[in-house]
C-alpha cells in the first residue's frame, strides 16, 4: 500500500531542570492513503506531542531527540518532516498537512470574522487568487461541511456560532488547501454526542472525497471504532498495541487495551460493579525502564518487572508489546 | 411522611441577559424551564442531556447553589427553595455536591486533613480525636493510608483528588448528594474506579443521588431512574432500563443512536439531529425539540406538550414513537 | 495540562520554595541583593557614615570625591556619601510606610469590592477611579499642600496616592479566585462567608497582592524623591535623594558628583525593587514557567 506518511523510531524529550526526560519512546507508524490511523491513549502518553512533531509546533523545551518522519507531498516528493527548514515547513503547514484542534472556540480568532480568516487561509498558500475566485472556495468549502446559510455564517464572529458549526468551519479551513494529510487531535471532544456523530461521518466521507488521509488523536475508544481503519494504542510514551480495527476490538492482546475494552463494555452489562485497571496513569516522564504498565497488570510477573517488552508481532498485522505474547517468552 | 426524600415541583431557573448601556435586564436565559422530578430514598436518579440542556443548573438550583426563580424543592418534607440561606447552610450537612472537576474543586492550599475537618468543623462540635476517628474512617473508605493526610491536592492524581473530592463531601454523613459529571474529567482507565467507589459509598451510606451526566454509558450503569433533558426541560422520564431498551422520545432515540458502539463492524441504525440546539434565550415556540424533530407537525410548534405518563413513563411529545 | 496544575499547586502550597527559586533567578538574585545592600546601609547609617549628616564644613564646599569625602561634599560641605546613607533610610521609611497604608486600606477596599458585588462594589471603584484619575505625583502634591510639608505627611499623600492599585489588585484577584470551583464547593459544604474569605479566598489572593507590594515600593519611593526634589517633600536638613538633587541643580555643572551620586542610589533603588518585582511575579505565575 502506498503511504502518506511513515514514523520512524520518533523520540521526543523535554527538559526538566538540566535533566532530559524522555516522553516519547521509538514510535513508529505509518498513514496509508486515505485511510485513517486512530492514535488512543491516555492523559501524558504522548499522542499529542507526536502530532505537533510532526509539524514542528513542540512548545519549549520539548524537542525530538531523534527518528524520522517522511511525508509524501502531493509533488510526490518524498521529505523528513522533522528536519525540513522552517521556511519549507511553513508551505506544508496548512497545505499538505492541515491539523483540527480540541476546542474550536479558542483555534479561530475571536476578533476575525470567519470570512477573514478563511481569506487569509486561501492567501497565504494562493496569494494571486481573486476575491471573488476566494468567496466560491470559501462558501463550497462552508458547504462541503454542511453549514446552513453558508453566506450568513461568512459573515459572523467565532462566538457568534455554536462549537458544532466552529468545529465543521475548522475543518472546512483545514480541507480548504486540499491536504494530504489531516491531523485531528481529539476534535470532539468538546461537542455533544449528536454532533459528534455529524462531525465524525463528515471527516470519514470527506477521507474519500478528498482524497485526504487522518490521524485521529483521542482517548475515545469509541471514536476509533467509527473513523480508523488501523490503530496503535499509547500507553506511557510508547506503542503498546497496533492493528488493524477490527483485529484491535474483537482480539485484543495488550492487558492494557483489554482492560479498557472490558471496563467499557462492563459499562453497558448489568453487573453493579465495573471492571477496573487498578493504579494511577504514569505521569508523563516518570517511567520505569522495564515494562510500563506492570504496575498496573493482573498478569504481572518475574520478567514484566526487570525486562522491556518488545513491539512485537503477535498475529499477522497485529503488534503487541507484552511478554504474554512474543514468541521470546517459550524461547 | 412521603415515600419520597425529594420532590422537585415545577422548577425554574432563569438567568438575566444584561445589555445597553445601564446594563438592564433585556431578556432571560431560561436555564430550566420547569422541570419536576421525584426521588426515592437510596435510589440514584439521572439527568442525562447535552451540553446547555440545563442538567447541571437544576442540579445547582436543587441544592440551592444557584437559587431558582420559581417552583419547590421539597427536601425531607420542607420546601429548600423557600428556606433563608442561612437555613440552607445548615441543611447542608445532609445535603451535598460533588464537582465535575477535582483538579479545580480542591483548594490548592489546604492538605488533606484540613479539606476533609472543614466541613466536620463547620457542621459539628467535635473533639478533636473524634474527627481524627471521622477523617481516617473516611479515608479508609477512599482507599487513602493516614500517611497522606498532610499531603496536598497537587501530589495526587486526578483519581486521587476526585476521591478526596467525594470524600469531602460525604463526610458530614448527608443523605442526599448531587453529583455533577463526576468522572468526565477523569482518564479513561480511572473512571471505572471512581463509579465503583461511588456506587459502593453509595450503598454503604444509604444515600440517594442526583447524578447528572452527559456519558449515556455511564448514566445507564449507574441510575436506576433516568430524565432526559433538553433545552431545559425533561423529554422523557423512567426507569433507566426501559428507556434505553425503548426510547419513546424522537429525542431520547436520537441521543442513544448517537454514542459510538465499540464494534467497528456493527454500525449503529442512526437517527441523525438536523441542526443544532436552539438559543435558551429565545426558545422555539410549542415543543422545544420540534425544530430538529423529524415527526414535528403543527400541533408540536403551536403547543408544548406536558410531561404525562405514557408506556409507563412521563414523557413529553405529541407523537411518542410506537411500538 | 495534568503536569502544568500540578506546578501549579506545587507553587501555591510550598512558599518555603518561593525563595530558592527567586534566588535560582539571576534577575531575582540581582535584585535581592541590591535591596539588601540598601537595607544594610540604612540600618548601620550611624556606623557606615563617616561624618555627621548635617554639619557644615565652609572650609570644604564643593570638594570633588577623594579618600576623605569619597562621594565629595555639597555647597555646605557636608559629605555627601553620609547624606546618602541617612537618605537611604528616609526612602525606605517613607517608602515602607507609604506602601503599608495604601496596601492595608487597598486591601480592604479590594476584598470587599471582589466580595461583595453591586453597590458596594461599584462606590469603591467608582472612589478608587476618582483618585486614579489624578497623575499621581500632582495628586500627592496637593495633598501635602494641604496638610502642610513633613515627613508623616508625605507618607500619607504617598500612601492615599498608592490606594487605587491596591484595591483593583486585590479586587481582581478576589473575584478571579470567587469564580473557582472550590470556593463554589466551600460555599456547597456549607461554610459561612466569614470562613470563605478568610481560609479559602485571602490566602490565594495573596500572591499578585505580594508582587504590586514590591513594585509600588519603588514607585512611592520615587515620588518621595520626586516631591522632596520639588520641595515639597523631605525638608532640609533631613538627607532626602529627592532634596540633594535639587539642591544639586545650581551647581550641576561645577560638581557634578552631587546630581550622580543621588541619582545613582536612586536607580539602584527603583531598579532592584522592580526587577525583584518582576522575578516574584515570574515565580508566582507558572503560565510563564512553562
Known amino acids: ?331 | 411522611m412521603s415515600e419520597y426524600l425529594l420532590d422537585v415541583r415545577n422548577l425554574k431557573t432563569y438567568f438575566p441577559i444584561k445589555g445597553g448601556l445601564m446594563r438592564r435586564t433585556i431578556g432571560h436565559v431560561h436555564a430550566v424551564e420547569d422541570v419536576s422530578f421525584k426521588l426515592k430514598p437510596r435510589q440514584v436518579f439521572a439527568l442525562v442531556g447535552e451540553s446547555g440542556c440545563g442538567k447541571s443548573t437544576t442540579g445547582k438550583s436543587i441544592l440551592r447553589l444557584i437559587d431558582p426563580t420559581a417552583g419547590q424543592v421539597i427536601f425531607d418534607g420542607q420546601d429548600i427553595a423557600a428556606l433563608p440561606q442561612e437555613e440552607v447552610r445548615l441543611l447542608r450537612r445532609d445535603m451535598q455536591f460533588i464537582f465535575q472537576n477535582p483538579y479545580s474543586s480542591l483548594n490548592p492550599r489546604m492538605n488533606v486533613w484540613q479539606l476533609l475537618s472543614e466541613p466536620l468543623k463547620t457542621h459539628f462540635n467535635l473533639p478533636e480525636w473524634e474527627m481524627h476517628k471521622r477523617v481516617e474512617a473516611m479515608l479508609d473508605k477512599i482507599g487513602f493510608t493516614p500517611d497522606q493526610l498532610h499531603r496536598y491536592p497537587h501530589q495526587f492524581s486526578g483519581g486521587q483528588k476526585q476521591r478526596i473530592s467525594i470524600a469531602r463531601a460525604l463526610i458530614t454523613g448527608p443523605r442526599f448528594v448531587v453529583a455533577d459529571e463526576p468522572v468526565s474529567a477523569l482518564d479513561v482507565s480511572i473512571q471505572a474506579q471512581i463509579l465503583n467507589l461511588l456506587v459502593q459509598l453509595q450503598q454503604d451510606m444509604a444515600l440517594s443521588m442526583v447524578f447528572i451526566s452527559h456519558d449515556l454509558n455511564v448514566v445507564r450503569f449507574i441510575s436506576s431512574e433516568v430524565a432526559v433533558m433538553y433545552l431545559g426541560s425533561i423529554m422523557e422520564t423512567g426507569p433507566t432500563q426501559d428507556i434505553y431498551a425503548q426510547p419513546r422520545h424522537p429525542y431520547s432515540r436520537a441521543l442513544l443512536s448517537a454514542v459510538p458502539s465499540l464494534d467497528p463492524q456493527r454500525k449503529k441504525v442512526r437517527h441523525a439531529l438536523q441542526g443544532e440546539v436552539p438559543n435558551p434565550a429565545n426558545p422555539p415556540t410549542g415543543c422545544p425539540f420540534h425544530p430538529r424533530c423529524a415527526y414535528a407537525t403543527d400541533l408540536c410548534r403551536r403547543q408544548r406538550p406536558a410531561l404525562t405518563e405514557q408506556f409507563g413513563r412521563m414523557l413529553a411529545c405529541h407523537h411518542p414513537l410506537e411500538d | 495540562m495534568t503536569s502544568k496544575e500540578h506546578i501549579i499547586g506545587r507553587r501555591l502550597s510550598r512558599g518555603d520554595g518561593l525563595l530558592k527559586q527567586l534566588w535560582q533567578d539571576p534577575l531575582g538574585r540581582a535584585g535581592f541583593l541590591g535591596i539588601a545592600l540598601i537595607i544594610l546601609l540604612a540600618v548601620f547609617a550611624p556606623l557606615i557614615a563617616r561624618y555627621d549628616v548635617a554639619q557644615i564644613n565652609a572650609r570644604s564646599r564643593l570638594a570633588a570625591p577623594s579618600i576623605t569625602y569619597w562621594f565629595g561634599t555639597d555647597n555646605f560641605g557636608r559629605d555627601i556619601f553620609s547624606r546618602i546613607i541617612y537618605g537611604a533610610r528616609v526612602s525606605l521609611i517613607v517608602g515602607l510606610v507609604s506602601v503599608g497604608i495604601a496596601a492595608g486600606i487597598g486591601y480592604l477596599f479590594g476584598l470587599a469590592a471582589g466580595y461583595f458585588e453591586g453597590r458596594v462594589e461599584s462606590a469603591i471603584m467608582m472612589l478608587m477611579d476618582i483618585i486614579f484619575a489624578f497623575p499621581s505625583i500632582l495628586l500627592a502634591l496637593l495633598i501635602v499642600a494641604v496638610l502642610g510639608t513633613s515627613v508623616v505627611n508625605t507618607m500619607i499623600a504617598i500612601g492615599i496616592v498608592n490606594i487605587p492599585v491596591f484595591a483593583r489588585t486585590v479586587r481582581a484577584s478576589v473575584k478571579a479566585v470567587k469564580g473557582t470551583d472550590y470556593i463554589a464547593n466551600a460555599r456547597s459544604v456549607g461554610l459561612k462567608n466569614g470562613a470563605i474569605l478568610l481560609r479559602h479566598i485571602t490566602p490565594n489572593a495573596l500572591a499578585p497582592f505580594t508582587v504590586q507590594a514590591t513594585l509600588a515600593l519603588s514607585g512611592a519611593i520615587l515620588t518621595e524623591a520626586t516631591m522632596s526634589f520639588l520641595g515639597l517633600g523631605i525638608q532640609p536638613p533631613s538627607p532626602s535623594w529627592g532634596s540633594m538633587l535639587s539642591e544639586a541643580r545650581t551647581y550641576m555643572e561645577i560638581a557634578p558628583w552631587m546630581v550622580v551620586f543621588p541619582a545613582l542610589f536612586i536607580i539602584l533603588t527603583i531598579l532592584s525593587f522592580n526587577i525583584l518585582g518582576d522575578a516574584l511575579r515570574d515565580a508566582l505565575d507558572p503560565k510563564l514557567k512553562l
Open chain 1, 1 to 331: 500500500m502506498e503511504h502518506v506518511l511513515e514514523i520512524t523510531d520518533l523520540k521526543i524529550s523535554t527538559l526538566r531542570g538540566k535533566e532530559t526526560v524522555p516522553l516519547l519512546d521509538k514510535v513508529s507508524l505509518k498513514v496509508g492513503r486515505q485511510q485513517c490511523l486512530g492514535i488512543v491513549g491516555e492523559s501524558g502518553c504522548g499522542k499529542s506531542i507526536t502530532a505537533s512533531a510532526l509539524l514542528q509546533l513542540l512548545p519549549y523545551p520539548l524537542s525530538v531527540t531523534g527518528g524520522s518522519a517522511f511525508f509524501t507531498a502531493s509533488s510526490q516528493a518524498r521529505m523528513d518532516l522533522l528536519t525540513l527548514p522552517p521556511k519549507l515547513m511553513r508551505g506544508i503547514r496548512g497545505r499538505e498537512i492541515a491539523m483540527i484542534f480540541q476546542e474550536p472556540m479558542t483555534s479561530l480568532d475571536p476578533i476575525f470574522t470567519i470570512q477573514q480568516q478563511m481569506f487569509e487561509a486561501l492567501h497565504f498558500h494562493y496569494p494571486h487568487m481573486t476575491h471573488a475566485d476566494r468567496m466560491d472556495k470559501s462558501l463550497s468549502m462552508l458547504r462541503k461541511v454542511n453549514i446552513p446559510r453558508p453566506e450568513q455564517t461568512l459573515a459572523s464572529y467565532p462566538h457568534q456560532l455554536s462549537g458544532g458549526q466552529l468545529q465543521r468551519i475548522m475543518i472546512a479551513i483545514a480541507l480548504m488547501n486540499n491536504p494530504r494529510l489531516l491531523i485531528a487531535d481529539e476534535p470532539t471532544t468538546a461537542l455533544d454526542v449528536t454532533i459528534q456523530m455529524q462531525i465524525l461521518e463528515l471527516m470519514n466521507e470527506l477521507k474519500e472525497t478528498n482524497d485526504a488521509s487522518v490521524i485521529m488523536i483521542t482517548h475515545d475508544l469509541g471514536v476509533i471504532a467509527e473513523t480508523s481503519q488501523h490503530v496503535a494504542v499509547f500507553y506511557a510514551g510508547h506503542i503498546v498495541e497496533e492493528a488493524p480495527v477490527n483485529e484491535l476490538f474483537h482480539h485484543p492482546q495488550h492487558p492494557y487495551t483489554k482492560g479498557l475494552l472490558q471496563s467499557i463494555s462492563s459499562l453497558t452489562g448489568d453487573s453493579r460493579q465495573l471492571y477496573a485497571i487498578p493504579g494511577i496513569v504514569p505521569p508523563g516522564g516518570s517511567w520505569a525502564a522495564h515494562c510500563r504498565f506492570a504496575a498496573r497488570c493482573s498478569h504481572a510477573s518475574g520478567r514484566c518487572l526487570t525486562d522491556m517488552p518488545a513491539l512485537t508481532e503477535a498475529a499477522p498485522g497485529h503488534f503487541c508489546r507484552c511478554f504474554l505474547h512474543s514468541q521470546e517468552v517459550e524461547a
